[in-house]
């Protein structure tokens, strides 16, 4: 019998709503349910492609004297963290701090009034590893809850109150200058690994707003070590088994240092970002490997991860079906030598293992191994890999494909769109620009939708129940601005525009501080403000980015004071934990370079307007258009006169403007191109 997940949106519920617990979906029902029976909520959180979230499932959550036990002693409330990043951030943030460590899945008892006592992630059914199993927590907390509820409230009414007590303020005193930048750098250097790329140690994920940063402030300085920890980490990565060496698009980490073996899901963020990268680091270095990247990643996203209805679904399953039909962690993906002499016969297989590193004992499980470029074997016959990588990639078409989450998360879309758009205007791949223009079309038709707010996520064409967060609003924002700079459409940035007044009214708090859910949003126990970006831009970074360049575009005071504001926060971090606020820096970069504002007046997709979109200043912004109505569609191209009846571009910053120039050279030579 299904219980109440049902009735929902959200692809990893839905994998519950069969389960013998009696799940309810987050919801004031839920808590007046525990009011009235009078006991705890015991609150789990996890996401559709989350490994151990299935583990834990199968084992416990699936199993009926567990599922019994759990009834009649708690109201069990399962949270998708992707629909609701804010519960989910709330409650990991007093997990973090009660047990120094989180992760998913999550599990916390909360009183009736939502207040978490007592945390957990992944528990075994047995006691293993020194820690209780599951049956012994539920046992233990509703004997705390029955015999010493004094002592529960008190733990409660602590937590919560350490957690009201973090409030951030801004970054203090102004936006970040040089000397920040500076110190960032100067950190990024120390914790960088000079053999094998990236930063850190095991587990080893994409650093790509790192790398972001580190191009665009090579760009403005010339900082070669900038740019060489860039284009190494790049490398590593691309030849690395954390890239799909025949399917394009990346996993979400490597457990190992060296960039060998990936923890397997493929999530939509992750690709987004890495493809915007490449394609970057193409257009500052003009490398093949780059652009090769940045166009089978996008390729990757368009036919793996596109939905009917235009938008991209959130993730790709790290387990699938092996041989024997059990689901097991990279099934899809890795290869014995005996599997490539069945595809591709004695010869070929052996040239194929010693080019993708398959070797005997292999460098996963079982024998398998994890394809990626072994190298140090001198040239290759290009048309021989190709013909290898077909053949493997056709055969391994016929393996059971990982379960895809179709959930369209708005933030991850925007990223997506400004992938794409970008992608596809540097790589003549108009499709490209098509398929981003078709996302946003979704973004604005489904997810804002009559109401004019943003919905975080939308599935099979209908919007879920959950509203739109920070990171949705500056990430859209970001991929409408990307979309209206390429397409010269300037719809994209009435839209953007129209999302950025949303964060200033909604999002700011006093001194240019912001918070991650609405001023009329749910009121949890406390409100969620997370400046750090991890796997993704923060909201706060993402709009600070957004905002400038809106401010750019249009010359609106109100939002270059409000992405100055916001950049505050990075002015505290940046010298502190430069790896943990990527984006942030990538943006204090494009402020200290203008940003540049690059009118074109003349044709969409003419040499001039190409020439504007390949320049390398940070953070530039690029309107082209003819015409008299081109100044209606972009306030930067009012009054831009052809010169002697040729394309013409202006190129301005901090108020003052070059002369224009018909000049293509000349153009690129003002935008570091």
């Not at 073996?261 to 394609?279: G, I, Q, S, T, W």
């Not at 040239?379 to 895809?404: I, K, N, T, Y």
Request: proline share 5%; hydrophobic share 40%; with cysteine.
């Amino acid at each position: 019998m299904a219980n109440r997940l049902a009735q929902t949106t959200s692809p990893y519920l839905l994998q519950h709503a069969d389960n013998p617990v009696d799940w309810w979906p987050w919801s004031p029902e839920a808590f007046e349910e525990a009011r009235k029976r009078d006991v705890p909520v015991l609150l789990s959180v996890g996401y559709a492609s989350c490994h151990w979230c299935h583990v834990m499932a199968h084992e416990s959550f699936e199993d009926d004297d567990t599922a019994a036990y759990l009834n009649a002693h708690f109201v069990p409330v399962k949270v998708d963290r992707e629909e609701r990043p804010d519960v989910d951030a709330v409650y990991m943030e007093a997990v973090q701090a009660a047990t120094g460590h989180g992760g998913w899945p999550m599990t916390v008892f909360l009183t009736p009034d939502a207040e978490p006592f007592y945390f957990g992630t992944y528990f075994p059914p047995e006691p293993r590893h020194g820690s209780p199993s599951f049956q012994q927590v539920l046992e233990g907390v509703t004997a705390a809850w029955t015999d010493r509820r004094d002592e529960v409230a008190e733990v409660a009414g602590r937590i919560v109150a350490d957690l009201a007590g973090r409030s951030l303020v801004h970054g203090g005193d102004g936006v970040p200058g040089e000397s920040e930048v500076a110190q960032a750098l100067l950190g990024l250097t120390r914790e960088y690994d000079e053999q094998h790329g990236g930063f850190g140690g095991a587990p080893k994920f994409p650093p790509a707003m790192v790398v972001e940063f580190l191009l665009r402030h090579y760009a403005r300085t010339g900082a070669e070590g900038a740019l060489q920890m860039a284009a190494d980490t790049c490398t590593a990565m691309a030849r690395g088994g954390i890239y799909d060496q025949l399917g394009g698009g990346f996993a979400r980490y490597s457990v190992d240092r060296e960039w060998v073996v990936p923890h397997f899901e493929k999530m939509l963020y992750d690709n987004a970002l890495l493809c915007r990268v490449y394609a970057h680091l193409w257009r500052t270095t003009g490398s093949d490997e780059a652009r090769r990247i940045a166009l089978e990643t996008a390729d990757f996203m368009v036919r793996e991860l596109r939905t009917a209805e235009g938008g991209f679904a959130s993730a790709l399953d790290a387990d699938s079906e092996d041989a024997e039909g059990k689901h097991v962690e990279g099934a899809f993906y890795v290869w014995t030598p005996a599997q490539l002499r069945e595809v591709l016969g004695e010869d070929d297989a052996a040239f194929a293992a010693a080019y993708f590193g398959v070797t005997e004992e292999g460098t996963f499980e079982e024998g398998a191994s994890v394809l990626r470029l072994a190298g140090g074997a001198g040239p290759v016959d290009a048309a021989r890999v190709a013909g290898v990588r077909a053949r493997l990639l056709a055969a391994r078409d016929e393996r059971p494909h990982p379960g895809r989450d179709d959930k369209v998360v708005a933030a991850w879309n925007g990223l997506a769109i400004a992938a794409l758009a970008e992608t596809g205007a540097y790589f003549d791949r108009p499709d490209l620009v098509e398929r981003a223009t078709e996302a946003a079309d979704l973004l604005v038709r489904v997810h804002l939708g009559e109401v004019a707010r943003l919905t975080r996520t939308s599935k099979d064409g209908r919007a879920g129940d959950n509203a739109g967060v920070l990171e949705d609003y500056g990430d859209v924002a970001e991929g409408f601005l990307a979309l209206a700079a390429v397409t010269g459409e300037g719809a994209w940035l009435e839209f953007a525009g129209f999302l950025l007044d949303i964060v200033l009214e909604q999002f700011t708090g006093e001194g240019g501080q912001l918070y991650d859910t609405a001023h009329d949003a749910e009121q949890l126990i406390r409100r969620p403000q997370d400046p750090t970006d991890s796997a993704t831009p923060s909201g706060w970074t993402a709009a600070a980015g957004a905002l400038l360049s809106y401010a750019a575009y249009t010359g609106s005071e109100a939002h270059r004071t409000a992405a100055e504001g916001a950049l505050g926060v990075v002015k505290a971090l940046g010298p502190r934990v430069p790896r943990f606020v990527g984006w942030g820096l990538a943006v204090a970069e494009a402020l200290l370079d203008g940003p540049r504002e690059v009118a074109v007046a003349g044709p969409v997709g003419g040499e001039l307007h190409r020439t504007a979109l390949l320049g390398r200043a940070p953070g530039a912004v690029v309107a082209a258009g003819e015409g008299p109505g081109a100044g209606a569609e972009f306030p930067l191209l009012v009054d831009r006169p052809l010169v002697g009846g040729e394309p013409t571009a202006y190129v301005c910053r901090h108020f003052v403007c070059d002369a224009p120039t018909t000049d293509a050279g000349e153009l690129a030579a003002k935008l570091g191109g």
